[in-house]
């Protein structure tokens, strides 16, 4: 069975970095686009950074200069580095692929989720 898999979330304090890792079973990320969505309680999930299938990287701008997503060498895993987070980054972060990307109704696979939380 096709999944991702998360790892790497917990507490991150000011000034500090966080990394999580999305990694992808089978052909999934060479045959889909990634992402990271994020998700406060209460509030609908929305999108934090992706990557197409030719690897061109993208992250919205409340979180541009400070998030970075990337991807290994043989397109797994998929990384997305935090760093100098703030109180409003804490959240619950998704790894998502699909053909489409940028709206939940297209991604194909979800991963579990990752609680990161700003400890300052």
């Known amino acids: 069975q096709e999944q991702l898999m998360e790892s790497g979330g917990g507490l991150v304090q000011a000034g500090g970095s966080l990394t999580l890792s999305c990694e992808a079973s089978?052909?999934?990320?060479?045959?889909?686009?990634v992402a990271w969505y994020r998700q406060v309680s209460g509030k609908q999930r929305e999108l934090v950074a992706g990557?197409?299938?030719?690897?061109?990287?993208n992250v919205v701008d409340s979180v541009k200069g400070r998030f970075t997503n990337s991807r290994g060498n043989s397109e797994n895993p998929v990384y997305l580095q935090m760093n100098n987070p703030r109180p409003e980054d804490t959240a619950v972060y998704y790894c998502?692929?699909?053909?489409?990307?940028?709206?939940?109704?297209?991604?194909?696979?979800w991963g579990q989720g990752s609680q990161v939380t700003d400890s300052s």
């Open positions: 998502a692929a699909g053909k489409v990307i940028s709206a939940m109704a297209f991604v194909s696979y």
């Open positions: 089978g052909s999934i990320v060479s045959t889909n686009a």
């Open positions: 990557i197409s299938i030719g690897g061109n990287t």
